[in-house]
């Protein structure tokens, strides 16, 4: 139930990364980044064990890898709490805000605030198979474990 790898890209370059496990988790999200459609934009792609969820807004991705344990709930407040971060901060680095949300966001509900409505809107977000985008590509983690 953890968030694995979170991204924020301008259109299709990653301006700020964190991975809390080994992975390819670069190459996957850059070849999405490339191939992602237009619209919708907040999106889940189921990719084998692994869901790829991302809202974009202003020309900015926010995108978060979790493992399909993760609720999908969790991963779009996670998305929508660094994306409002984001706006409001110095964006030069912003991994170790990337790390310690993660690291937030993984733990139990108590310490999110939950806004009205949110969860309802995350029911309506598509789920699509990443196939349709990445193709064959494979995600690899290592030390998924040791989390």
Do not use: W
């Not at 692994?50 to 890898?65: A, D, R």
């Not at 996670?78 to 993660?102: H, P, Q, T």
């Amino acid at each position: 139930m953890s968030i694995l790898f979170s991204v924020i890209a301008n259109n299709k370059n990653i301006i700020s990364a964190y991975a809390s496990c080994d992975g390819n988790f670069v190459d996957i999200v850059s070849e999405m980044l490339l191939k992602r459609p237009n619209i919708p934009d907040k999106m889940t792609y189921l990719h084998g064990k692994y869901l790829i969820n991302y809202v974009v807004e202003n020309g900015y991705v926010y995108l978060c890898v979790t493992d399909k344990a993760c609720q999908r709930s969790r991963a779009f407040l996670f998305l929508n709490e660094i994306k409002r971060g984001f706006k409001m901060k110095n964006k030069d680095d912003y991994s170790n805000v990337l790390a310690a949300e993660m690291f937030r966001y993984s733990q139990d509900y108590n310490n999110i605030i939950i806004q009205d409505g949110a969860l309802d809107e995350i029911n309506k977000i598509e789920v699509e198979c990443s196939e349709s985008i990445l193709g064959e590509k494979i995600l690899m983690v290592k030390n998924e474990d040791n989390l």
